[in-house]
């Protein structure tokens, strides 16, 4: 590239023990909606990543000895200021993630504000136990202690939003962090950055190390100061941190995977089911682990349902996230679009039936976005339950269609892949809807909606989905350690 073409791209730099430090290596971020390197993101190993993590060390006893009050006012200030940005953090979000600027504006950013309100709020709510035995005169207690130094690594889909789902609980239980967010989305992580020191966060409670899964990801995890590691990702990664940090018995909190069915059956209001299964199918470009992407539909409704699922599919506009009356933006790399491409070339080739979207319909772009990452809502019908397109995670706009017939069977059949992270039901009948919902192997449940969140209550999956919870409760206990303390008097 010449001289005027790399000073025109974004350079982030690390931010460590409350400064921005450059690296002396760095890798390419590209804007998916056209193509084209708009960013360098530091490509940081060991020495950057020990950096950060004695800074954090160094910054653990000022800030763990803080209230929770204290520290809830300094998270609370942070939200306002992030909140103060929100279009420059959604534009910013649209433009290096690929999303539409709809999506960034009304749930990412804001859902990235209301994380830090809701830990800065639920950590004065916390309580412990105790107990007494009077007849050997014993009083027991608990009380609980922030870890030490969070290694928090956070994914491409959602960046922002899934980053402050775990920093804001890490620090405001007094741990300090270093975080890596993805390298191809690091844009409003380093933004955030910028904010820190007016919110009243001290140096090294928050440092951000960017880099790559193999390199700064693997030196995070390999190190020794850092007893606690979060991820969101995939499962394969999961393996990969699961292995590396055993030597380290270090405690993990994995949010992988799924393959999320839709079980909807013939007493369903589809006035209500079928936009929603639409957005629960294509949001975010399919791009959310809760996405469904199996659905599983009575055999007396298949044929209606299909028709109206489809054209209400096709009514979603493929184009510039930029443009606000976009419904689906670009897949997040050349990659991941090739990836997902492959799965619908397969399901047709195993004689499965794509009713819309890719290789079906023509994509009209716009001038600027023709080198860029896009795809249709594809919708995929009749793929047997053992093909890759209904066991494997795609993570794209495509969703699989099948008919089923009786309850029994479609339980066993929603239960057959590897993952269970979310599932949705869609039913007119309660009794229906609460044994199905049992029987489920899914961390989450959702009946006649989808996505509706408490972050009170416990987030997380089931087998290959992941490893333990989030939420109020779930992530103050796995943000803490808990000591129990006997007194005899």
């Known amino acids: 590239p010449t001289m005027a073409h790399s000073q025109a791209l974004l350079v982030l730099e690390n931010f460590i023990g409350g400064k921005f430090v450059p690296c002396s290596s760095y890798v390419d971020s590209y804007n998916p909606s056209t193509g084209d390197v ?52 959604a534009q910013a979000e649209s433009k290096d993630q690929g999303k539409t600027i709809t999506f960034a504006r009304t749930v990412d950013i804001p859902r990235a504000v209301h994380n830090f309100r809701f830990f800065a709020s639920s950590i004065l709510h916390h309580v412990t136990e105790c107990t007494e035995m009077p007849a050997v005169g014993c009083v027991h207690y608990t009380s609980r202690a922030p870890v030490g130094v969070a290694g928090l690594i956070s994914p491409w889909n959602l960046p922002l939003y899934l980053l402050t789902w775990k920093i804001a609980p890490a620090i405001a239980c007094g741990n300090t962090v270093v975080a890596k967010p993805s390298e191809m989305t690091s844009v409003t992580a380093w933004m955030m950055c910028k904010l820190l020191e007016k919110a009243g966060v001290p140096p090294g409670v928050v440092n951000v190390v960017f880099g790559t899964g193999a390199k700064a990801g693997e030196a995070l995890v390999c190190h020794p100061d850092v007893p606690l590691i979060s991820f969101t990702g995939s499962t394969l990664t999961a393996q990969r941190i699961m292995e590396r940090s055993a030597p380290h018995c ?84 050349k990659e991941h679009l090739e990836k997902v491409r492959n799965y619908v070339k397969k399901a047709q080739a195993e004689g499965a039936r794509v009713l819309c979207g890719e290789g079906v319909d023509p994509l009209a772009l716009p001038l600027g976005n023709q080198k860029g990452y896009f795809m249709l809502p594809t919708i995929i019908a009749e793929a047997k339950d053992e ?77 290959a989905s992941g490893i333990g919870r989030e939420g109020a409760k779930d992530s103050y206990e796995f943000f803490t350690e808990v000591k129990t303390i006997t007194i005899k008097h």
Request: glycine fraction near 8%; aromatic fraction near 8%.
């Open 250 to 333: 270090k405690r993990l909190s994995l949010e992988l995977g799924g393959k999320n069915p839709a079980i909807i059956f013939d007493d369903a209001d589809l006035s209500q089911c079928i936009p929603t299964t639409v957005r629960s199918s294509f949001a975010n470009q399919g791009e959310i682990c809760l996405c469904t992407s199996r659905i599983f539909v009575q055999r007396g409704i298949y044929n209606e349902f299909l028709k109206r699922f489809v054209a209400e599919a096709k009514k979603w506009k493929t184009g510039n996230p930029s443009d606000p009356t976009v419904d689906v933006g670009a897949l997040i790399s």
């Open 387 to 463: 093909s890759c397109c209904m066991q494997e995670e795609i993570f794209g706009p495509v969703t699989c269609v099948v008919a089923f017939d009786t309850e029994e069977e479609v339980i066993k059949r929603a239960n057959g892949v590897k993952y269970g992270l979310a599932a949705t039901v869609w039913s007119g009948n309660v009794g229906r809807v609460h044994r199905v919902a049992h029987r489920l192997q899914s961390g989450l449940v959702w009946t006649n909606c989808w996505l509706v969140r408490d972050l009170n209550l416990p987030f997380g999956g089931m087998k």
């Open 38 to 89: 708009y960013c360098r993101v530091p490509d940081s190993g060991k020495e950057e990543v020990e950096a950060a993590v004695k800074a954090a060390k160094d910054a653990f006893p000022v800030w763990s000895s803080k209230s929770p009050l204290e520290r809830s006012e300094i998270l609370n200030k942070l939200a306002d200021l992030i909140e103060h940005d929100l279009e420059a953090f």
